[in-house]
């Protein structure tokens, strides 16, 4: 007697998901975070971020949630600090972050 031969069908057609389709839709997309006011001179001004042509404007002291890649381009916004001595000469740098910044959930 010959066997009758079965077709799998694809996991995309049957509805089904696989493993690694099933973590990408698991992660986050959005974090909320929270801006503190500082004694800069734009210390209390909100923060502007551009991700992708896509704008924000964000307010200090404020819980927000906002997507991943704009927590992403706040934690890689750095500037350049300059340590001086009793005469105003530089003699040291170093690079803090632009907009410290609490993640909340």
Do not use: C, W
């Given at each position: 007697?010959?066997?009758?031969?079965?077709?799998?069908?694809?996991?995309?057609?049957?509805?089904?998901?696989?493993?690694?389709?099933?973590?990408?839709?698991?992660?986050?997309?959005?974090?909320?975070?929270?801006?503190?006011?500082?004694?800069?001179?734009?210390?209390?001004?909100?923060?502007?971020?551009?991700?992708?042509?896509?704008?924000?404007?964000?307010?200090?002291?404020?819980?927000?949630?906002?997507?991943?890649?704009?927590?992403?381009?706040?934690?890689?916004?750095?500037k350049t600090v300059h340590d001086t001595d009793q005469h105003?000469?530089?003699?040291?740098?170093?690079?803090?972050?632009?907009?410290?910044?609490?993640?909340?959930?």
């Amino acid at each position: 007697m010959a066997k009758k031969k079965t077709e799998e069908v694809p996991a995309e057609l049957s509805g089904e998901q696989k493993p690694q389709e099933q973590e990408a839709e698991q992660k986050p997309t959005h974090v909320t975070i929270m801006i503190p006011s500082s004694s800069d001179f734009d210390g209390k001004d909100d923060v502007f971020v551009s991700v992708n042509g896509k704008d924000y404007l964000l307010q200090r002291d404020v819980e927000v949630t906002v997507p991943i890649a704009v927590a992403n381009v706040l934690r890689d916004a750095k500037k350049t600090v300059h340590d001086t001595d009793q005469h105003g000469r530089i003699v040291s740098s170093r690079e803090v972050a632009r907009f410290p910044f609490q993640t909340i959930k």
